[in-house]
């Protein structure tokens, strides 16, 4: 966080928008008897853990967390690994996460696992979607869409208690 930055969500407001995803995921998914959160490491994987929270607290369903670690800066130079065996996700629905949808990159690559093993139903949450889309991929769950300039930068806390939330700078 910048000098510059502005609160865009605080932590009640970004706790709001991940509950409300969690309605909605159920919602989509009320008969399915598991639902595998696949977060991207490191927000993405934040944002999973606390998805999966929220679902357990509404929703029987059987909520299992995979991380997914890639370089996103280096993403094509790079493995993308799954901290689990890829049979568990076999006729699943899955659910991809990350922090911010900005171009689209570190999505589209972070689903190259998921194109290896059948799979039920596979959808993209985020917690804010910046629409600057250079792939052709959009979010299924959006907890805030906010455009932007793409010079501006989106940081999503949700490690830090006193900073937790959405800065814009």
């Given amino acids: 966080m910048t000098a510059t930055s502005t609160l865009i969500l605080t932590q009640k407001q970004t706790l709001q928008k991940i509950k409300r995803i969690a309605y909605e995921v159920y919602e989509n998914n009320f008969q399915e008897d598991e639902i595998i959160l696949a977060g991207i490491y490191d927000k ?27 370089d996103k800066l280096a993403p094509l130079q790079s493995d993308i690994f799954l901290d689990c065996d890829t049979s ?8 991809l996460l ?16 998921f194109l290896n093993v059948e799979i ?26 906010l455009s932007t ?3 501006e930068h989106i940081e999503v806390v949700l490690e830090d208690e006193e900073r937790f939330g959405v800065y814009l700078s």
């Fill in 120 to 145: 039920k139903k596979l959808s993209t949450a985020v917690i804010v979607d910046r629409n600057h889309k250079q792939f052709p991929i959009s979010a299924d769950y959006i907890g805030y869409a």
């Fill in 98 to 113: 990350d922090d911010v949808l900005n171009t689209g990159r570190t999505l589209v690559y972070s689903l190259k696992p």
């Fill in 44 to 70: 993405g994987y934040l944002f999973a853990k606390l998805l999966q929270q929220e679902l357990k607290a509404i929703s029987p369903i059987k909520v299992t967390l995979v991380k997914v670690s890639l």
């Fill in 88 to 95: 568990l996700l076999r006729n699943k629905v899955v659910i």
């Fill in 149 to 151: 300039t793409i010079q």
